[in-house]
Each structure stands twice: as C-alpha cells, then as structure tokens.
C-alpha cells in the first residue's frame, strides 16, 4: 500500500507539468495583471511545490506520519507568518500615548 | 526449545531473513526505512521554519519598501533565473529517477542518475555565479530610494545564498551516495539514504521554486 512504485512515466509527466509551469511564470510576469501578478507567480509555485512533494517525494504514495510532518510544518509556519505580521501591520492602528 | 524450532520453521515459511543491512532496533527492514524518511522529514519541517524566518522579513519589508524591491527584481536577470529553475527542476526529476534507480536495484542506472543530478547542481551554482555579475545604473533604479534597493539586494544576497549553500551539502551528500552506490553498498533491499538524501535535494528545489517569483518577478516585467 505505501510501497506502491510511482512509474517513470509519472516521473517524466510531472517533469514535462514542472517545466511547462516554470515557462508560464516567466511568460506571464510580461503581461500587466496589476496586483494579481503576485498571486498568480504565487500560485504557480505552490502548484509545482504540490507536484515535488507528492511525486518527486512520494507524499501520494505514503502513509500517514511523513504527511502529518508536513501538516505540522506549515502549522508552524502559518503561525509565526501570521502573528509577525499582525504584530508589525496593527502597531500604527493604536496611536503611542504622549504629546 | 520447541519454541525456537517453532520460531525458526516460521522464519523459515514466511521467506524472511534477517538482512545484515537490518538495524537491531528495529523490527524489519521496512521499519527501518520508514523511521528514516520520518526522521528527514521532520528535519526537513525545521528546515522549513528555518527559511520562514528570511521569507517572513521578505514578506514585511517588501510590503514597506515596494518600490525599492520593484527597481532591485528588475536589475536581475530575468531569463538566466527562468534557465536556473529549469535547471533545478531537471534536477530533481534525474534525482527521483536516481531513487527509483536505487529501488529497482539497478547500479549502472544509479550511478548514473546521481552524477546527473550532481552536475545539475554544479550547473545550477555556475550559472547563479555568472549571474552576481551586475553593475546597475542608478537611472535603473527608476527612482526607488537607493537605500531600499540596497535592502532588497541584502535579501537577494542572503536568500539565494543560503539556498547556495544547501545545494552545495546536497552535492555533497549526492557525492558520498554516489562512492556508496559504487561501491554497493546501495541495494533494493537498503537504498534509504539515497531516498532520504532524494527528499532533502526536491526540499531545496522547493525553495527555489518560491524564491524564483519572489526576487525576480517583482512588479512584473511588462513595460
């Protein structure tokens, strides 16, 4: 069940999407989206993140404890993101107290 | 004593013997592989968090100072970036394969995998070396405060530099599985350090595939 062998056919496919998907990142930064050429950029790469990690790393083919790992790790990373984030964009919503 | 006869005939019937790559802590060899790939990913999840610390200050000074990080992308080379993702990416497919090389027991296809992927690295660095070469004109700038380019030129640096010198432990570590594959130390049955050294090399293409848009896509590059 978790041994099953991804074939290299998988692996040439998902290559051929990587490549493909690296192209189009770079085509599209030459076209004016405005703000959405951030969120596209961004979401490209977490599309070829997804395509690495299940088949390059096997997380499709894998049981449950090397995917709970995973989960944890971006837990973690949503956690300390965010907080930063809300601590340093609120600090000019409340005025320092003074003259 | 009949117990031991009972224990061995079952050894014996179920075709498993205990292999000499087998660790005595653990109960099979496949015990064995899997507390290993754990083991890399959870120092692959620290090592997660460990680059977060850069991505969040990126993230920070990047929203404050966007114009400078804007004018800083644009001084990059856009098309030698796209040629290094590509090259990385190739990268980590000869890797997979290297892997699956290893998984089938098959030496020749190994080795030859492993150097791939060790010259794809060794490519990947050579082309980011030729790419530090850059003298921008400040009318390059397009009016960006000098000293906010500068602190996106400080993340450029610092990024792709700690991304540098994962890549080159992962050629390192690739160069002590190569020697290990040459000598057979590798085999179908105990091939978890090439798959545990394959999950650190695709972490650091990931990484990549993040600090490719972030540093040199920056406001697009439409004029």
Partial sequence: ?????????????????????????????YINLGPFNTVVALAIAAVKMCLVGLFFMHLWYSRGLARIVVLAG???????????LADVFSRSWIKPPGP | MSESAAGSSLAGTSGRSVSPALHHQFEDIEQQREAGNFGMWVFLATEMLFFSGVFTGYIIYRSLYYSGFAAGSHVLEVDLGAAM???????????????HAARQGNRAMLLGFLSSTIILGIAFLGMKFTGLNFHPAVDALRGAPEHTVELFMCFYFFMTGLHALHMIIGIGLLGVMAILAWRGKISAEHYNRVEVSGLYWHFVDI?????????YLIGGRYK
Wanted: net charge negative; charged share 0%; aromatic share 18%.
């Fill in chain 2, 85 to 99: 993702t590509a090259v990385l990416l190739a990268s980590s497919f000869t890797m997979a394969m290297a892997v």
């Fill in chain 1, 74 to 84: 971006f837990f973690w990373l949503a956690l300390m993101v965010s907080f930063t």
């Fill in chain 1, 1 to 29: 069940m978790n041994t099953q062998d991804p074939s290299v056919g998988t692996y040439v496919f998902v290559f051929a999407v990587l490549l493909l998907l690296a192209a189009l990142t770079t085509g599209i930064a």
């Fill in chain 2, 207 to 215: 990484i990549w595939i993040y600090l490719f848009p972030l540093l």
